[in-house]
C-alpha cells in the first residue's frame, strides 16, 4: 500500500500524551503511532500538552482576542466552550485553505461539531469516528450539514445503532489494543478496577462487590469528578481497597498483568470499553456490567457479563471469574481486539475514500 498524508484530528481539551486522561486519548496516540510504523504520513493536531513525538500541531486559539464588549455580553458562553470553538475554526479553514493540499485524508477523532459541520468546506475525504453515543450539537450538525463528504465509523454495533437514526450508514471499527504495550502479566490474588474516577463509571461498586465477594481491590485512574471521589470512594480506602493513582500506560499494564481479574462497573452504556480489551490482552479476565458495547467483547470463555447496577450478581461473579484461563483471555484479545485489525480497517476505509473523491 502507498503511504498515506493523513490528518488526524483529536479532541483539544486533554493532551493526547501520558498518562492518558481516558481512552480516547489513548486510542489516538495507538492509531498515531501504529500508522506511523506503516510508513504512512502522519499528522496530529491535538490538545495543548500533547506528546511531542506524535503532535505536530496543536488545537489552540492564541490568535482570538474578544473584545470587552463581547465579554461583557450575556450570551458569552464559558471560555472552555468558546477555546474549543475557536481552535476547531481555525484548523477547519487551514484544513480548507493553506493546508488543502496537504492531505490525502482527514480522520477526525473530536467530539466537536465544527469537523463535520464545515466538511463540505474541504477538498479532501473526512473519516470521522464516532466514540461516543449521539450529543446534542454533533447531532445537530450531521442533520443540518452536508455530509455526502464524511464517513462515519463507530467503535462498536452498539455505538453504530445509537446513530442509526442520525446517520444510518455507518461501518464499524473497533478499537484495537497493542499487545506490546498491554503484555501479558502472571496474575495474582487481588482485583483491579481502571479506568475516570467518575460517578458513571461507578467504582464504588467495584468496591461494594470486592468487598463482599473478600477480595483485595486496587484501583487506578485520573479523578475527574473529585467532588464524587471525595464523597463516594475515598471513605471506602483501606488496607482492603487502595488507591494506586493516575498511573501511566507500563505502570497501568503492570498493575493489570498481576491481578486475579478487572471488575468494570459503568452506569450508563459503554460506546466500547477499552478497558475490557486491555485488561484481556494482559491475561486478566473480566466481571463486567453488560451495558453498551462491552458484551461484544466479554465472552464467556474471558469474563463473566452481569445485569448493570447488579452488586450482588458481580460479586457472585468473581470467585468464578479468577478461575477462568488467562490463556483464552489472551486469545479473545488478539483475535477481536488487536491493533493491527483496527488499522487494517481503517486503511481500507481511507483507500475507498479516495477512490470515491477521485
Not at 503511532?33 to 511531542?52: E, I, K, M, N, Y
Amino acid at each position: 500500500m502507498r503511504a498515506l498524508r493523513i490528518a488526524v484530528i483529536a479532541d483539544s481539551r486533554h493532551p493526547v500524551a501520558e498518562p492518558f486522561a481516558g481512552g480516547l486519548e489513548s486510542h489516538v496516540w495507538h492509531l498515531t503511532t501504529a500508522l506511523r510504523r506503516r510508513g504512512h504520513l502522519v499528522s496530529l493536531f491535538a490538545g495543548p500538552g500533547s506528546d511531542p513525538r506524535i503532535a505536530t500541531g496543536l488545537l489552540t486559539a492564541a490568535r482570538v482576542r474578544l473584545s470587552a464588549a463581547a465579554r461583557r455580553d450575556p450570551s458569552m458562553p464559558e471560555q472552555a466552550w468558546m477555546h474549543d470553538h475557536h481552535a476547531y475554526l481555525e484548523l477547519m479553514l487551514r484544513l480548507a485553505g493553506e493546508l488543502a493540499e496537504s492531505f490525502d485524508v482527514i480522520h477526525n477523532h473530536s467530539l466537536h461539531y465544527l469537523p463535520v459541520a464545515m466538511a463540505s468546506m474541504l477538498r479532501t475525504p473526512l473519516v470521522t469516528t464516532l466514540h461516543t453515543p449521539p450529543t446534542p450539537w454533533l447531532e445537530s450538525a450531521i442533520r443540518a450539514a452536508d455530509t455526502s463528504a464524511v464517513r462515519f465509523v463507530a467503535v462498536s454495533q452498539h455505538t453504530a445503532d445509537a446513530w442509526s437514526s442520525v446517520t444510518p450508514d455507518v461501518r464499524v471499527v473497533r478499537n484495537g489494543v497493542p499487545r506490546a504495550h498491554w503484555p501479558v502479566g502472571t496474575g495474582g490474588r487481588e482485583l483491579i478496577w481502571f479506568g475516570r474516577v467518575t460517578e458513571e463509571k461507578a467504582p464504588h461498586l467495584a468496591i461494594a462487590a470486592a468487598v463482599r465477594a473478600g477480595y483485595r481491590l486496587r484501583i487506578a485512574g485520573p479523578i475527574h469528578d473529585k467532588a464524587y471521589f471525595e464523597r463516594c470512594v475515598e471513605p471506602l480506602l483501606d488496607r482492603q481497597v487502595r488507591y494506586l493513582g493516575h498511573l501511566t500506560a507500563s505502570v497501568l499494564a503492570h498493575e493489570v498483568g498481576r491481578s486475579a481479574a478487572t471488575l468494570v462497573t459503568p452506569m450508563w452504556d459503554e460506546p466500547y470499553g477499552l478497558v475490557v480489551a486491555e485488561s484481556l490482552s494482559c491475561g486478566t479476565p473480566v466481571a463486567a456490567f453488560g451495558r453498551g458495547g462491552i458484551p461484544e467483547i466479554l465472552t464467556s470463555s474471558c469474563g463473566e457479563l452481569v445485569t448493570g447496577g447488579d452488586v450482588e450478581a458481580l460479586a457472585r461473579a468473581v470467585p468464578r471469574v479468577v478461575r477462568l484461563s488467562r490463556a483464552c483471555a489472551v486469545r479473545r484479545a488478539t483475535d477481536f481486539c488487536s491493533i493491527e485489525r483496527m488499522v487494517d480497517s481503517y486503511l481500507e476505509m481511507f483507500e475507498e475514500s479516495l477512490a470515491v473523491s477521485a
